[in-house]
């Protein structure tokens, strides 16, 4: 079956630390670019941060950059998201979804996990 | 950042209603504008992407279109099934921001 499942959330404390996982199975992972989006309660999407399928291009949103590492494991079809300094606004359901490029139509997030919640609160 | 406006956010239709919701760029995106469906609890779902190609699965009543800075998501006749709410995205230019969102409601 093809899909991305997510691990790895649950509460935190402002300023602590949390990684991410999200497993890709049914689909060749290691040729796919990913992404980070997060969703806060009841707000809309977010992108957080992409990675390219060799690891060669990565991308943050100004709101994590220097906080946030994304990181992925071809071998273990397996992608990652280190979360340092953690805030308060950092709250939020976190989805890892794959990028699909059609030519000649261009590209979008076409398999998207279900997302796992991370709160941080003291 | 691209900022995408979408209007309206909230929309009221009944079923078989034909509907519009749009989507504006604060810069040029090309074609490169996917749009999503979002029910209560679930990750999003792909509707349309580069603007007008419908993802393969979606039902036909779903259409989009526009170019550069002005998009829309079309539902020709609508269905009980269609409320919840609709994202707008481009991918153009990282980060691959979002519009607000639209809920539309069925009367």
């Known amino acids: 079956e093809v899909q991305l499942v997510e691990s790895g959330g649950g509460l935190v404390q402002p300023g602590g630390s949390l990684r991410l996982s999200c497993a890709a199975s049914?689909?060749?992972?290691?040729?796919?670019?990913m992404n980070w989006v997060r969703q806060a309660p009841g707000k809309g999407l977010a992108c957080v941060s992409y990675?390219?399928?060799?690891?060669?291009?990565?991308s943050y949103a100004d709101s994590v950059r220097g906080r946030f590492t994304v990181s992925r494991d071809n071998a273990k079809n397996t992608l990652y998201l280190q979360m340092a300094s953690l805030r308060d606004e950092d709250t939020a359901v976190y989805y890892c979804?794959?990028?699909?490029?059609?030519?000649?139509?261009?590209?979008?997030?076409?398999?998207w996990g279900r997302g796992t919640l991370v709160t941080v609160s003291s | 950042d691209i900022q995408l406006t979408q209007s309206p956010s909230f929309l009221s239709a009944s079923v078989g209603d034909r509907v519009t919701i749009t989507c504006r760029a604060s810069q040029g995106v090309s074609s490169s504008l996917a749009w999503y469906q979002q029910k209560p609890g679930k990750a999003p779902n792909l509707l349309i992407y580069?603007?007008?190609t419908l993802q393969s699965g979606v039902p036909s009543r779903f259409s989009g279109s526009g170019y550069g800075t002005e998009f829309t998501l079309t539902i020709s006749s609508l269905q009980p099934e269609d409320s919840t709410i609709y994202y707008c995205?481009?991918?153009?230019?990282?980060?691959?921001?979002f519009g607000q969102g639209t809920k539309l409601e069925i009367k």
């Open positions: 979804a794959r990028g699909r490029y059609t030519p000649p139509s261009g590209w979008s997030l076409d398999l």
């Open positions: 990675i390219s399928s060799s690891s060669g291009t990565i």
């Open positions: 580069g603007a007008s």
């Open positions: 995205q481009q991918l153009n230019n990282y980060p691959f921001t």
């Open positions: 049914g689909f060749s992972f290691s040729n796919s670019n």
